[in-house]
């Protein structure tokens, strides 16, 4: 939430014309892109994700923006495929190939750019993700 929310209220400076710096119209540029290259949403379904999470004037505040976030992550074609690719023995991934596992999928998805937050704090993403995983366990399918 909290590298969200940063990348939330630079969008919102960014936007010259928003009426504060709690919200953007839904139709911001900067929103649109964002939600766009970090999301499983197409430009097809964005205006309804939107409509749905925005006020009635058509504001998206912080709280509409992760909500799109999180009910639209990567595409989970894309997170399996990966899993798949560690080549898994019947037990599961071992957790440090599991963490750069992830930290890859994320980074191509465009979730983690180069020195924002989400970068300097993707270890405690990690561990909130995978609570009991240690060095020594194994991430599973379900897990995954």
């Not at 766009?36 to 923006?65: K, N, P, Q, Y």
Request: proline content about 8%; hydrophobic content about 40%.
């Amino acid at each position: 939430e909290m590298a969200y929310s940063d990348v939330f209220s630079r969008l919102a400076c960014a936007n010259s014309s928003a009426s504060d710096m709690d919200t953007l119209p839904r139709d911001d540029p900067g929103l649109r892109q964002f939600l766009v290259s970090h999301t499983g949403l197409g430009l097809a379904h964005l205006d309804a994700e939107l409509a749905h999470v925005a006020s009635r004037d058509g504001e998206i505040g912080l709280d509409g923006f992760l909500s799109v976030l999180r009910g639209n992550p990567v595409p989970e074609d894309d997170a399996i495929t990966c899993y798949f690719e560690l080549d898994p023995p019947a037990g599961g991934v071992d957790v440090p190939s599991a963490r750069a596992a992830l930290e890859h999928l994320a980074r191509g998805a465009g979730c983690l750019p180069e020195g924002g937050l989400a970068e300097r704090a993707w270890p405690r993403i990690l561990d909130a993700a995978l609570p009991e995983a240690s060095p020594t366990r194994t991430v599973d399918m379900e897990q995954w």
